[in-house]
């Protein structure tokens, strides 16, 4: 897209044309239209980075459960193992693939012909292979160097091929890599038939406008290739990088439920397509309305609590306490939300506590059924805000009614 003056410069050259200037509107919307059409699909890998967490172990039956409620919402990919953790896992891969969801099942391998072959034998037509492309990892993890991660790829991409799998070359480490040697690798994919490049920000020590340069570079670089982002959340980044990739012209992108994933996470699955639907007005096709039930069947089976405040999901993110919020989205939603909290399964609530106003406690009192007026709030309000401030909390339902028929020891409303 133009800049807009470079538009406004080139609508005015064009004004003595006026049908030349509305065929060039009707492109320009054209072009954005295809731009927010891009097609992106979803790898969700809660059951291979998710459970890759330091303490987070799924058993067979959470994994069915996990990928069938994926699979449900319209996710187009679930890493859904590694084969080379041990029987217990082959057996849930095997599970796994036999539930015939519609959602292919990709497995996480090191890019080595055993465990392509094993990953076969589990039942799966698609993989992702691994390698470290980093000076750093393939220098002082491997003790390699570049040309034996080049003919590594080689060999694995090539045997993967001949089996007529679908093969995603894992970059493990392309953040920290050299830009030309990512591009020799994608070359390698491309001529054998690679399916797609993951670009992975292993340690999570990337920006969005970076990640931005780097993906387009890529993409520019070798069109042919699909390029998959996977992105950490070490500095917080985690959905903003994963975004700006889809926004750079990546096609596949990974997420896990809540964010899961190896030390502070991947990207969140719930915030990556509520993002790209509120932020970019980019559709996934993913159902959002199971994403809280989700994020606590998750956090559940993984034993890490879902906090109050997690983006999207959190139990108090459509919570409103201080008057002026409360009174603005009592009198239209749209005030102080940016989505409706149905959309992901949630319910608003009016809060009342120390920062609380009289519009806010007297809808508070008619969803309990009582009326109130603004007269009687008053002083209801200052006992709420006096028992808040004591309790260092919101008051509860039974706190409010015991309030208002002055069951306190403070008087009785008026
Ligand atoms: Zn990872």
Redesign the pocket.
């Known amino acids: 897209m133009q800049t807009n003056s470079v538009k406004n410069r080139m609508i005015m050259a064009m004004a003595p044309y006026p049908s030349e200037v509305a065929a060039f509107l009707l492109l320009e919307k054209v072009m954005e239209n295809q731009e927010k059409s891009q097609q992106v699909i979803i790898d969700d890998?809660t059951l291979r980075?998710g459970e890759?967490t330091a303490g987070v172990v799924f058993s067979k039956r959470e994994k069915t459960a996990i990928a069938r409620m994926l699979d449900s919402i319209g996710v187009g990919e679930i890493e859904c193992g590694i084969h080379a953790m041990g029987k217990e896992e082959q057996s849930s891969i095997r599970t796994l693939v036999d539930l015939g969801l519609n959602a292919r099942l990709i497995t996480w391998n090191r890019a080595l012909v055993p465990e392509i072959e094993a990953s076969i034998a589990c039942g799966v037509q698609a993989v992702d292979i691994s390698l470290s492309v980093s000076d750093q990892m393939i220098v002082h993890k491997l003790r390699k160097n570049r040309e034996a991660v080049k003919e590594q790829l080689k060999v694995a991409l090539g045997f993967a091929k001949s089996r007529n799998l679908y093969v995603s070359v894992g970059g493990?480490d392309a953040s920290r890599a050299d830009m030309g040697f990512l591009v020799e690798l994608m070359e390698i994919t491309r001529s054998l038939g690679g399916d797609r490049f993951r670009f992975?920000d292993?340690l999570g020590i990337m920006d969005p406008f970076s990640m931005f340069d780097k993906v387009t570079y890529l993409r520019k670089s070798v069109p042919e290739v699909d390029i998959e982002v996977?992105t950490?959340n070490d500095l917080g980044m985690a959905t903003a990088n994963a975004i700006a990739g889809i926004r750079a012209g990546a096609k596949f992108v990974?997420t896990t439920i809540n964010g899961l994933?190896?030390r502070a996470g991947?990207a969140a699955l719930e915030e990556v397509v509520m993002g790209l639907k509120h932020a970019c007005g980019v559709e996934t096709g993913i159902d959002t309305h199971r994403f809280r039930e989700m994020s606590l069947f998750v956090a559940k089976a993984s034993h890490r609590p879902l906090s109050v405040s997690k983006p999207v999901v959190g139990s108090r993110v459509f919570a409103h306490e201080s008057g002026l919020h409360a009174d603005g989205v009592i009198k239209d939603p749209h005030n102080y939300e940016g989505f409706d909290p149905a959309e992901v399964g949630l319910t608003r609530s009016i809060v009342v506590g120390k920062h609380s106003g009289s519009g806010g406690l007297i809808e508070r009192y008619r969803s309990m059924g009582i009326v109130v007026s603004r007269k009687q709030a008053e002083p209801l309000l200052e006992q709420t805000r006096a028992m808040s401030c004591k309790r260092k909390r919101d008051l509860t339902n039974c706190e409010l009614i015991a309030i208002y028929l002055g069951e306190e020891g403070l008087p009785k409303a008026a």
Do not use: K
Request: glycine share 8%.
């Open positions: 890998t980075d890759q493990e992975c292993t996977h950490h990974n994933g190896e991947n």
